[in-house]
């Protein structure tokens, strides 16, 4: 995944800038950047590794000697970025939040153009840099997003900062967000609708998909309309928007209790408490437990001063040990006790396996599983939740092969995704066995489109239907 954040001031913009791209660093774990242009020092830039050291540790230094009045910056999972670009349009500073499908064929097709191209280490090349190359195609920066935005398969959206002001351009389907906060001296872009407010921006607008805007310390002026169709993700929601966060006016704090209640209301069990796993499952937790009546408690809790997040490392073995060595139990709240447990979503089923084990070993009775997404058949073709997670990594597809003996034909595929079916509840069955849980209810998608509360047509399910 990734994040951004951009400013634009009368006075100096760093500050806000180095606050504003922090607040992101919940959506990426290994790469972050900044990029800065003032009329008096040019273009300035810094990119940093922050696998071992937050955002704020790493660039410390950055936020007390660079100076600018325009600024864009982020943090990302995977590619360096932002990137310095010199080219027919001037020099200009880009980066990007998507995933390119179809990058090999660009890349063939622009290289015909002798457009050099520099290699990432693991030999791919830098996605946000093609973008750079996609845009410089075309006459002009409007010319060129767009064309960038028509020519990529996956999703697509960009900050893009020059001399005169920064683009603002969204996914031309909406998949990701950009909102636009205001204050006396300027005006803000974000990824995350609240990463501004404690810099003492308010609320502008949100760009619609397909939207690019021009932004400058003076004003937003909108210089490609949003087009009518949206499929915003609707992961953003149950994962990893961070509570505070809001999509389309959707709280995603709110959303979770929406989906716990949902959950509470279809459900039979009555375990002794209700828990979530941390962070992410807890909301979700709360709302099942004021549905319920069943109490809610903490029978863990997560250490996190000195723990990354439990996907950081590249190698599975070693991110299960770090899922597994942050969790502290207080065997007061599990020894002999019922437990419902909501997480969620189960990829692998590794993690949350090892969790009900843990929590089976510190005396737990019963474990109750109770996912806040439906299942996970499909990976992801439109944003990089996670490039090492294939389509046969996920449990319901291991499961799927198992009781079909075979890989499965789209239409038996599609059987799979629906919670009325009878290969629907033979899937849920062998999983809740494989992992070694008490019970396990998957959160229906008729239920978590309703929790979400705008039309379904404006939403991305792709993961758990195969619908694009």
């Known amino acids: 995944m990734g994040g951004f954040f951009a400013a634009a001031s009368k006075e100096d913009c760093v500050f806000d800038l180095f606050f504003g791209v922090d607040y992101h660093s919940h959506l990426g774990t290994r790469r972050a950047g900044m990029a800065v242009y003032s009329e008096e020092y040019g273009f300035d830039k810094a990119i940093h590794n922050i696998e071992n050291a937050p955002f704020r540790t790493k660039f410390t230094k950055e936020s007390n000697e660079m100076h600018g009045t325009l600024g864009i910056g982020c943090i990302s999972d995977f590619e360096a970025q932002p990137i310095l670009v010199r080219s027919h349009h001037g020099t200009f500073a880009i980066t990007t939040v998507g995933k390119i499908n179809n990058a090999d064929e660009i890349v063939d097709k622009i290289i015909k153009t002798n457009t050099h191209f520099f290699e990432m280490q693991n030999g791919d090349i830098n996605p946000t840099e093609l973008v750079a190359a996609i845009i410089n195609q075309k006459e002009n920066f409007i010319e060129g997003i767009r064309y960038a935005q028509e020519l990529v398969e996956g999703s697509l959206s960009m900050l893009i900062l020059t001399p005169k002001g920064i683009y603002c351009a969204r996914d031309k389907m909406g998949r990701t967000p950009i909102v636009i906060g205001r204050k006396d001296n300027g005006f803000c872009a974000s990824f995350e609708s609240f990463a501004y407010l404690n810099l003492g921006y308010t609320d502008c607008k949100e760009l619609g998909p397909g939207e690019v805007a021009v932004m400058t310390a003076e004003d937003v002026k909108t210089i490609i309309t949003p087009g009518k169709?949206?499929?915003?993700?609707?992961?953003?929601?149950?994962?990893?928007?961070?509570?505070?966060?809001?999509?389309?006016?959707?709280?995603?704090?709110?959303?979770?209790?929406?989906?716990?209640?949902?959950?509470?209301?279809?459900?039979?069990?009555?375990?002794?408490?209700?828990?979530?796993?941390?962070?992410?499952?807890?909301?979700?937790?709360?709302?099942?437990?004021?549905?319920?009546?069943?109490?809610?408690?903490?029978?863990?809790?997560?250490?996190?001063?000195?723990?990354?997040?439990?996907?950081?490392?590249?190698?599975?073995?070693?991110?299960?040990?770090?899922?597994?060595?942050?969790?502290?139990?207080?065997?007061?709240?599990?020894?002999?006790?019922?437990?419902?447990?909501?997480?969620?979503?189960?990829?692998?089923?590794?993690?949350?396996?090892?969790?009900?084990?843990?929590?089976?070993?510190?005396?737990?009775?019963?474990?109750?599983?109770?996912?806040?997404?439906?299942?996970?058949?499909?990976?992801?073709?439109?944003?990089?939740?996670?490039?090492?997670?294939?389509?046969?990594?996920?449990?319901?597809?291991?499961?799927?092969?198992?009781?079909?003996?075979?890989?499965?034909?789209?239409?038996?595929?599609?059987?799979?995704?629906?919670?009325?079916?009878?290969?629907?509840?033979?899937?849920?069955?062998?999983?809740?066995?494989?992992?070694?849980?008490?019970?396990?209810?998957?959160?229906?998608?008729?239920?978590?489109?309703?929790?979400?509360?705008?039309?379904?047509?404006?939403?991305?399910?792709?993961?758990?239907?195969?619908?694009?």
């Not at 408490?273 to 319920?292: C, F, K, L, R």
């Not at 597994?324 to 002999?336: A, F, V, Y």
């Not at 997480?343 to 005396?363: A, K």
Request: hydrophobic share 30%.
């Open 229 to 468: 169709d949206m499929k915003i993700c609707t992961f953003l929601w149950i994962y990893y928007g961070y509570p505070s966060s809001s999509y389309e006016g959707i709280s995603v704090e709110k959303m979770r209790y929406n989906c716990g209640r949902a959950l509470a209301k279809r459900d039979n069990v009555k375990p002794d408490i209700v828990a979530g796993v941390p962070d992410s499952g807890i909301a979700h937790a709360i709302g099942y437990s004021n549905e319920s009546g069943i109490p809610f408690s903490r029978p863990f809790v997560k250490y996190t001063p000195t723990w990354p997040r439990s996907f950081m490392p590249t190698h599975q073995s070693k991110r299960n040990l770090i899922a597994k060595m942050k969790l502290i139990p207080i065997h007061d709240l599990i020894e002999g006790k019922s437990l419902l447990l909501i997480d969620d979503s189960i990829v692998r089923g590794t993690q949350l396996r090892e969790t009900t084990q843990f929590l089976y070993n510190s005396g737990a009775k019963e474990v109750h599983i109770r996912p806040a997404c439906p299942p996970l058949v499909y990976g992801c073709k439109y944003l990089n939740f996670s490039r090492s997670t294939s389509e046969m990594e996920l449990i319901t597809r291991r499961v799927i092969k198992e009781l079909e003996g075979e890989d499965p034909t789209e239409s038996v595929l599609r059987e799979y995704t629906n919670p009325d079916s009878e290969k629907y509840q033979k899937m849920v069955d062998k999983i809740c066995e494989k992992l070694h849980f008490t019970s396990l209810r998957y959160h229906r998608l008729d239920d978590m489109i309703e929790s979400v509360g705008i039309g379904a047509d404006k939403l991305c399910t792709y993961c758990w239907n195969g619908v694009e």
